[in-house]
């Protein structure tokens, strides 16, 4: 039997559906994420473990990879479709730059970047570097334990440029609501869009008493309650939470809080969740891996060729004459 005709019209069929562009339906918005800090990792993760905050990693890739799980757990359940990837991550050191002041500059320079001031740019040209080898979207910069710096964590904008998309973080910071929190801001999350009300509940499995309870973006004056707590999510127009939720202070292990009744977790002026959203394509295009095989501009064209093939491949197998077994 001739086997020939049937090996080139499979290998027709096979190469037009190869060069078929990927499909991307359902797909999560992915924001690639470089996270660089300023000592040896082992070190700089060490007084973590201590703690006892290092989601039981002893080991910097593990730590980050578990820490930004959580931090895309938070967007998620809150009914935001993204993920954060740590794409890399790595020690640096900015001492030839300024020997005696460069971590804390470096934090200025990372939230004053619209500025232009010159003495921000040689470090903010060398997260550059970094950030462009790395096709990384947004950069964080996870500060060293008391390092003389801002006395709180910062976002570079509010729905700013991708020449704004910068984190700092306290040594402690990097506590997944705190990073929730501050990214939150790069997508153009607000403290005012934030929830902060009260209600029955639990810590714990401890007595339900009348508590303080707030959303990730809130920041605001306590209500004189005896204790409040964030739950793990963002604020949304109709939302509620009910039975046991993620909660934490705002930076400490997760902890559940425990809620008998439905209670409000946003309203139509109290919506984060439709901010980062709409935010969070654009985000996660500020940077993008070239392509080693075919440009992105070539994508229509690779799906018309794949086509063809696809088709002249059928037309061939249709019209073939039956063959004869000898």
């Not at 080139?8 to 559906?17: D, H, Q, Y």
């Not at 970094?130 to 709180?152: E, H």
């Not at 714990?204 to 306590?222: F, K, W």
């Not at 249709?318 to 000898?326: F, L, Q, V, Y």
């Amino acid at each position: 039997m001739l086997r020939r005709p049937r090996t080139r019209i499979a290998w027709t069929l096979a190469l037009g559906l190869l060069w078929l562009p990927p499909t991307t339906a359902g797909a999560s918005t992915q924001i690639d994420v470089l996270v660089v800090y300023p000592q040896p990792a082992d070190d700089h993760l060490a007084k973590l473990i201590t703690w006892g905050r290092n989601h039981g990693e002893t080991e910097m890739g593990a730590f980050l990879d578990a820490d930004f799980a959580l931090v895309t757990e938070i967007y998620q359940r809150s009914g935001v479709d993204v993920v954060f990837e740590v794409v890399h991550h790595q020690a640096i050191d900015l001492a030839y730059i300024d020997a005696a002041n460069w971590q804390v500059t470096l934090s200025l320079a990372l939230m004053n970047s619209e500025l232009g001031t010159a003495v921000y740019e040689p470090y903010l040209e060398a997260i550059e570097t970094l950030r462009d080898l790395n096709a990384a979207d947004i950069v964080v910069y996870w500060r060293d334990f008391g390092d003389g710096g801002p006395s709180s964590n910062g976002a570079g904008s509010i729905g700013g440029g991708e020449d704004e998309a910068y984190v700092q973080l306290t040594y402690g910071g990097v506590n997944p609501p705190i990073v929730a929190h501050e990214v939150g801001h790069l997508l153009g999350g607000q403290h005012s869009d934030g929830v902060q009300t009260s209600a029955i509940f639990s810590i714990g499995g401890d007595d339900a008493t009348l508590r303080e309870y707030r959303s990730v973006m809130t920041i605001a004056v306590p209500l004189g309650l005896d204790d409040y707590r964030y739950l793990w999510q963002f604020s949304s127009d109709g939302a509620s939470v009910s039975g046991d939720v993620d909660c934490s202070p705002l930076s400490s292990n997760v902890q559940v809080c425990g809620f008998a009744e439905a209670v409000p977790l946003g309203d139509a002026e109290h919506d984060t969740v439709a901010v980062l959203s709409a935010m969070a394509p654009t985000v996660a295009a500020f940077r993008s891996a070239e392509s080693e095989a075919i440009p992105a501009a070539s994508v229509p064209v690779r799906g018309l060729v794949g086509l063809m093939l696809a088709a002249l491949g059928a037309r061939t197998l249709r019209h073939r004459r039956p063959s004869s077994r000898r």
